[in-house]
């Protein structure tokens, strides 16, 4: 029988945690989260930690949670569905244009990036007046979204439409990529954006109520849990799966957008459907594993089931990679959803200079300026040593490297 390609932490007190991080660095306070996480009395057998772990908040990033009677909001956090959408075209390199500069800036006109935050002038990151397929993908959400603000109100006061095909800041992005055979695709990352983060932080704080009533007692509040069965379990259950398919709906309008933004640009006629994938990896889910049926969180994860596929993305220059579910069981069939930072967002500003952005990123067009080192390669673990870690969870389908980036 072959050796377990993970690692085990026993704990007094909680369930087993199975590591799949041979050969990636795992942070002292990830570890304490984790620990943290395994002694809540409704885990289910294990927890699943993917080898892009790093420090969350109350759960960390790059965790697998099974839950039977209660979820804990912190865990699935506030950018419920963030995922990824892919596509491979009919392009190949040479069909780009020489020089990316207008493509960049051609996706960047389309898909409305970044944030202004000021009081009097409209957000850059948001639309003034939504576009058609904004306002056809809402008519499909809007019915449910008043039965939740009808209960919580203060959720309608949210960006919310004005949001929907809209990428957002920090990690997000749209990218350009070429894939082993040089055939172009084009990929994003994205949520529920502002009114998903409502939606969490709304259902963290009423979870902190009620363990402060209820007098539970915690070993961090943020992970402070809705009980099945209670009036908030079952209002963020309705809540979370509406948040998750606004963000799939926003990724496939950003999407539909990006190709038809390319298309201004780039001279020969081409499609964009011959390979696509939209995955979520900061979600819950009913699945069964093991014959019991649970709740799994996957707070950046993504779902691995045998043949499902699912996207991997390395850091801003770096490579990323469309992947194949092993459907390990072990994992709750799982795998990462990205590379896992190494540096704080705070850490890497002081750490990296534009100079070391720019080296790090010489070969995409994209944006080489301070605003933007937190999100250089360098601090993000190796996209190579994360893939494999993970080698008995996917099998790797294409390998993709970026030519454009656009961050917001």
Known sequence: MSKPNYNVINEPGGVPIKLWTNGVPLEDQAREQLVNMSKLPFVHGWISVMPDVHLGKGATVGSVIPTIGAIVPAAVGVD??????????????????????????????????????????????????????AES???????????????????????????????GTGNHFVEV??????RVWFMLHSGSRGVGNAIGSTFIELA?????????????????????????????????????????????????NVV????????????????????????????????????VTRKGAVSARKGELGIIPGSMGAKSFIVRGLGNE?????????????MSRTEARKRITVEDHRAATAHVECRKDGDVVDESPAAYKSIDAVMKAQSDLVEIVHTLRQVVCVKG
């Open 137 to 167: 993908g809402w008519s499909q959400l809007v019915d449910d979204f008043k039965l939740i603000t009808d209960k919580y109100p203060k959720l309608a006061k949210t960006n919310n439409l004005n949001h929907l095909g809209t990428l």
């Open 80 to 133: 419920i569905g963030c995922g990824m959408i892919a596509a491979r075209t009919t392009l190949v390199a040479s069909d780009l244009p020489d020089n990316l500069a207008g493509l960049r800036s051609a996706i960047e006109k389309a898909v409305p990036h970044g944030r202004s935050s000021t009081r009097s002038g409209r957000d850059k990151g948001a639309w003034n007046t939504p576009p058609e397929a």
């Open 177 to 182: 990529c070429l894939d082993e055979e040089d």
């Open 260 to 295: 038809e933004a390319a298309r201004g640009v780039i001279a020969k006629p081409f499609e964009a459907s011959a390979e696509a994938v939209n995955c979520h990896h900061n979600y819950v889910n009913r699945e069964t594993h093991y014959g019991k049926e649970v709740l």
């Open 330 to 342: 072990e994992s709750f069939h799982s795998c990462s959803h990205g590379a896992g930072r190494v």
């Open 208 to 256: 902190k109520e009620d363990m402060r009533r209820w007098m539970i007692n915690l070993p961090d509040k943020d992970l402070a849990y809705l009980p099945e069965g209670s009036e908030h379990f079952g209002d963020y259950v309705f809540a979370v799966d509406w948040a998750q398919r606004f963000a799939r709906t926003n990724r496939a309008i950003m999407m539909r």
